[in-house]
């Protein structure tokens, strides 16, 4: 489905059918100013990816023509192609406001501001893992990051030594914050700290870091063997 992505027509084709019930390829070829040929190359690869369906409509002596509609798997394609946007222009006023905040009253206090939040972040989640297992936090602990816009995903270490208590990697491949992070990257630091007092029965470490050019922010959250 990344054809879907790289290509606007596409993009232009399904919004055209999310505001009319059908459309023949020669109509879109019409509206969008792109060739018939053009049109019924995009039209195959959106059905490919299920998200148009046609019917044959005959009305002549001719061939049948096809009418084409958009279909669920479609509607729900723009639906998060428009979050996306939505998010990206969040992100952007996030770093406008702390911008305007630094310039008044300067970095520093900035900084605090957001270790506040981040403060108030782990309070929110502790209180929502509770005193559960440590698998079971983690677990619940990636679902939260999740629901707010963050892939993320967990997985069981094998450390095969019996000195090292139960430990996890916590990976997120995509930041929901990364607009902010760049222009102000004390606030991964922060999320390192949010992380250790969210486990507070854990030692907390960061393993990759987007802003460090890798691919994936990642976290080792090791259990602290009793003594």
């Given at each position: 489905?990344?054809?879907?992505?790289?290509?606007?027509?596409?993009?232009?084709?399904?919004?055209?059918?999310?505001k009319h019930?059908?459309?023949?390829?020669?109509?879109?070829?019409?509206?969008l100013?792109?060739?018939?040929?053009?049109?019924?190359?995009?039209?195959?690869?959106?059905?490919?990816?299920?998200?148009?369906?046609?019917?044959?409509?005959?009305?002549?002596?001719?061939?049948?023509?096809?009418?084409?509609?958009?279909?669920?798997?479609?509607?729900?394609?723009l639906?998060?192609?428009?979050?996306?946007?939505?998010?990206?222009?969040?992100?952007?006023?996030?770093?406008?406001?702390?911008?305007?905040?630094?310039?008044?009253?300067?970095?520093?206090?900035?900084?605090?501001?957001?270790?506040?939040?981040?403060?108030?972040?782990?309070?929110?989640?502790?209180?929502?893992?509770?005193?559960a297992?440590?698998?079971?936090?983690?677990?619940?602990?990636?679902?939260?990051?999740?629901?707010?816009?963050?892939?993320?995903?967990?997985?069981?270490?094998?450390?095969?030594?019996?000195?090292?208590?139960?430990?996890?990697?916590?990976?997120?491949?995509?930041?929901?914050?990364?607009?902010?992070?760049?222009?102000?990257?004390?606030?991964?630091?922060?999320?390192?700290?949010?992380?250790?007092?969210?486990?507070?029965?854990?030692?907390?470490?960061?393993?990759?870091?987007?802003?460090?050019?890798?691919?994936?922010?990642?976290?080792?959250?090791?259990?602290?063997?009793?003594?």
């Amino acid at each position: 489905m990344a054809t879907i992505h790289q290509s606007s027509t596409k993009q232009d084709i399904l919004e055209y059918l999310l505001k009319h019930p059908q459309a023949t390829a020669f109509e879109l070829a019409e509206t969008l100013d792109v060739s018939p040929q053009a049109i019924r190359r995009h039209l195959k690869d959106l059905e490919a990816d299920k998200l148009i369906v046609f019917s044959s409509v005959q009305t002549g002596m001719g061939r049948p023509q096809h009418l084409y509609q958009i279909s669920t798997q479609g509607r729900d394609h723009l639906s998060r192609v428009t979050n996306d946007q939505l998010s990206d222009s969040y992100g952007q006023f996030a770093v406008s406001l702390l911008d305007t905040l630094a310039e008044t009253v300067g970095r520093d206090q900035v900084s605090s501001i957001l270790q506040k939040q981040w403060e108030r972040k782990a309070q929110e989640y502790r209180e929502r893992l509770g005193d559960a297992s440590l698998s079971q936090r983690v677990a619940s602990l990636v679902e939260l990051r999740k629901s707010e816009g963050f892939m993320a995903e967990y997985h069981l270490v094998d450390t095969n030594e019996s000195s090292k208590g139960e430990c996890f990697i916590i990976t997120e491949h995509h930041c929901a914050i990364s607009n902010v992070a760049e222009s102000f990257p004390s606030i991964c630091g922060h999320e390192l700290e949010m992380f250790a007092a969210v486990l507070p029965d854990c030692i907390v470490e960061r393993t990759h870091w987007i802003i460090n050019g890798e691919h994936r922010c990642g976290y080792l959250v090791q259990a602290r063997k009793h003594t």
